[in-house]
């Protein structure tokens, strides 16, 4: 009894000194230094590539494509003809309102004729006079009507683009011409509400396009709309792009507005930091601190406050560990 009690007592001790030696043992820790560097805060932001100056041109009604001016990539004038769509049935009513109309005006001359001979009265005159204006002003909209059926280039530019086939029924709405300058190009992108305050025309941006992953491409912010989307809670900008950019029309890349930038600051790992708080090494014990935050970056973090370049940073940000634990640099 006496043997087996002495063997429970020091598998206690050695269980109680493991875990005073475990707990007693530093904790290992991963650890930076500040460091100096160029601190710019970014606007977000995608957008599509798109001329400065285009339309798009589509048809006002549902009807078959009859002809094409198969035209991309040609420069055209105002007002050329880029479609005609089938007219056959307005072009017939057109027509037959055209006879009505030679029909009623032989019955006015004849009715004006035996007016001056005191024949006919003034009333049947005047009867025959609005029968063959309202026939007159049916003539004037269906002429109007017809030229819904021909598709013109709004505006003197290239053909951007084509879209549709003959044969095809052209649905209205649907855009079948875009017709622009190819140069100079420039990006439309969308600007959350919370972030369109530090966004100002004049400020560069870096752009990111799948097409050119290895080159620095930018642009300048040339104009913001007065008025945001209350739905989408966005607000369109525009930004010039320069003359050699490779970006073509319709690729869409990402957008970084430069609102801010910071030179010679203060930087420490963005992970480091829980809201504006971050924890220190000194003398083997880990410090929470509480900092003044500047520029936040997605890397990188400004710190305005509370910390000097000779201060050891941990890093990441310790959620599990506490004020005044001991702790080690990881590999030493």
């Not at 003809?81 to 006879?99: G, I, K, M, N």
């Not at 109007?144 to 084509?162: C, D, F, I, K, N």
Request: charged share 25%.
């Amino acid at each position: 009894m006496k043997l087996s009690r002495l063997i429970i007592v020091l598998a206690l001790l050695l269980a109680a000194g493991a875990a005073i030696w475990r707990f007693s043992r530093p904790q290992e820790v991963a650890l930076v230094s500040p460091r100096r560097g160029e601190a710019a805060e970014i606007v977000y932001a995608t957008g599509i590539v798109e001329p400065r100056t285009w339309a798009k041109v589509t048809p006002l009604l549902r009807e078959r494509i009859i002809e094409l001016c198969n035209c991309e990539g040609e420069a055209v004038e105002k007002g050329a003809v880029l479609a005609r769509l089938d007219s056959r049935q307005p072009e017939a009513t057109l027509a037959e309102l055209r006879a009505r109309q030679k029909l009623n005006a032989s019955d006015y001359e004849r009715i004006a004729a035996l007016v001056e001979r005191r024949v006919a009265s003034e009333q049947a005159l005047d009867r025959a006079r609005s029968e063959l204006g309202q026939i007159q002003a049916l003539i004037a909209g269906q002429e109007t009507r017809l030229e819904s059926y021909v598709l013109r280039a709004p505006v003197s530019g290239v053909v951007l683009r084509q879209d549709g086939e003959v044969g095809e029924v052209a649905e209205p709405g649907t855009v079948l011409f875009w017709v622009g300058e190819p140069k100079p190009l420039q990006i439309e992108a969308e600007v959350n509400e919370e972030d369109i305050p530090r966004v100002t025309v004049g400020q560069r941006a870096v752009l990111k396009a799948d097409a050119f992953p290895d080159q620095a491409l930018e642009a300048k912010v040339d104009s913001i709309t007065p008025k945001g989307d209350p739905v989408a809670k966005t607000y369109r900008i525009h930004l010039a792009l320069p003359d050699n950019t490779p970006l073509r029309i319709g690729m869409t890349v990402e957008v970084n507005v430069i609102a801010r930038v910071a030179s010679e600051a203060l930087l420490v790992p963005t992970n480091a930091l829980r809201g504006a708080s971050l924890f220190v090494a000194e003398d083997g014990v880990a410090r929470r601190r509480d900092v003044k935050v500047g520029i936040r970056g997605t890397g990188n973090t400004q710190i305005l406050e509370g910390l000097n370049e000779s201060g050891r940073v941990i890093t990441p940000f310790p959620d599990d560990l506490a004020d005044g634990t001991k702790v080690s640099e990881k590999g030493r």
